[in-house]
């Protein structure tokens, strides 16, 4: 297979390489219900007419979802795409489907084009899985023998092995899913559309629809990887696309269009000048003994530090106001990355640590001391929360945000590990 | 595991979408309504398989419901004839079995116009979210309509051989007729279909008319001869093509040939066109449904 596939590329030469061009393309929707299905049925007309339906012009009520958007994808590239919600990202897969008629511009598509946008399309839950497969690898555009030829690659897979006698609707919602995925993957797609459907299933699947996804492209497949998960995109994507009201914001080496992406992402709901957070102080009747006054970081000389730096010492220290003086507080910081949809990176608690701590009345700052910080350079909220006993809650704070900022490079790491390098001389040779 | 073998490389064929109407290239755009028709084949056959199987293995009573509706309007207006609360002019055959006859004619017409609204309709989100040749979801339907027929077939053989109906040689041509009356129910529904993803009112006025359209067809009594209302039997288009499967299959003697030509020849002509229109109007009616 591969053969053949190298012999197309080198017969056709240069052309054959483009899969995917895409040339000033824009498309136009209408928020309004009633009008947009309106605007539907005149342009039917206009294309039955066979007349132009004036398409670049904007009717009443219509906005553009995609203006004037223009790239191309070769044959082995892979594209991240990013955006908020209503960039036009999924009617840029939609048009590279052939789904919907562009209103702008000109797209061309070569080969065979699996959607991953389509999970499981036409899956009968009362059908079994073996069922299904067939109906829906014939949906994706593959023959009877070309099925029966990859089906136990399919099951090996999806991993359903058991189940796949039974009827669909008695699956888990990860095992339809890892069933859908591995009926798209399977087919041997020339463009591969991905989106946002690395988020179902397990860890595990993750990975293993990454690695397969590694090894289409090394056969020469194409792919748009569309997801909020910066780390997915930049485990697989070289170059990146950030999307923002249907036009290119960003384009270009995957780790810079993430960057502007996140600064333009959080800056306008979340002041990012480091200063710390400090609270309203706490009327007595609602206060349990000691109350939160302030959380900040600070680093490793006590002075005030806007955002830590990936590597470097930091404590965060929580200021507090005890009306009494306690024994057994336990502080517990929790801290999720923001990034990364919301996901729990660290579960600090000195209770755990069997440390706890000693209040006498009046301010105390509680402080975790971090000899250097391990998170990776984003967008991070804590949750804090000071205990007594490591029962009965005194007061929290549900989120403190900061960001980890990073002086290297070195976006791919997931978080910062210590370390050295030497050559260490193990037999010294001979001195010629 | 051995590796899967390449899969052919008809694939490669560049798809370039353009803003343009597709009918500004005819050749080109009947060229792939050829080839989608030619590989939608297998495609279509798996859909039908799904659709009723999936559909079987939900119901209990399973084929009653193909021989039910017949059976039960037959035995009430067998009723209502003979207790004279209505009116029937003499049929052809005995009557109980002209309506059950009749009946089964008219569902297999109805299944065929309602086939692709409900196909479209149902198949919605996989239409909004993988471009295969739209043709292989109508073409399943007609199959399902096949298959439905072939079950009832088991009832007419019942009625014939239970009121001791002779058939002559002429019912071998009654097949033709019955696929020109599938194809006029195929040709209304197709035309509808786009529409019917853009507005709920197609399927609902379908239900409407499809009523009003049995009574003005001659099924529950025979082909009136004189008058207003036998003019409007007369035009429904409907009426010649039901009427010759019937007489082809019971008394082998065609009362109105050359209108049934006509009728026929109209239906293939339109069909083709809505075919064409089926084409391009579906990629505007799925812009309007969301993913």
Redesign the interface.
Known sequence: MAAERVSTIVTEAGEADTLVSVEGVSKKFCRSLKRSLFYGLRDIGAELSGRSRHSDVLRTGEFWALNGLSFELRRGEALGLVGPNGAGKSTLLRLISGLIKPDAGTLRVRGRVAPLIALGAGFNPVLTGRENIYVNMSILGLSKKEIDARFDEVVDFAEIGDALSAPVQTYSSGMAARLGFACAVLTDPDVLLVDEVLSVGDMKFRMKCLRHMGKLLERGTCFILVSHNPHAILTVCPRAIYLAHGKVAAAGDTSSVLSQYEKDTFSTSFEDNGEPLHLPPKPAEESSGLDIISVCFKDEFGSSLGSPLTGKPASICVRCKAHRAMSGINLIVAVSNLSVENERVLYLSSHYDGRPMNVEPGEVELQLELPYCGLSAGLYSAKIVVTEKSVQTLDAVESFRFRVRSESTAVQNLFYQPREWRAKIVSPGDKN | ?K?????K?S??????????????QPGRLLASMWRDLF?SR??AW??M??DI??HY??SIFGFAWAFLPPIVMAAGFTLAGNAKVINIAATPLPYAAYVMFSMILWQTFVEALNGPVVAVMN?R????????PREAIVLAKLGEIGFNFLIKLVLIIAIFVWYQMPVTKAALLAPFALVSLVLLGTFFGLLLA??GV??HDVSQGLIVVSGLWLFLTPIIYPVPQAGTFATIVKLNPVTPLLVTVRELATTGVVSDPGRFFIVTAATIIGLCVTWV?FR??M??????VS?
């Open positions: 595991m590796p899967a073998p390449a899969i490389s694939h490669y064929a560049e798809s370039v979408y353009t803003p343009w109407s597709e009918l500004r590989t297998g495609l798996r859909l398989i799904r199987s999936a293995r939900q198949a989100q996989m239409l909004s979210r993988v471009n295969f786009p529409l853009l507005y229109v391009l109007a990629p505007f009616a799925i812009e309007r993913s």
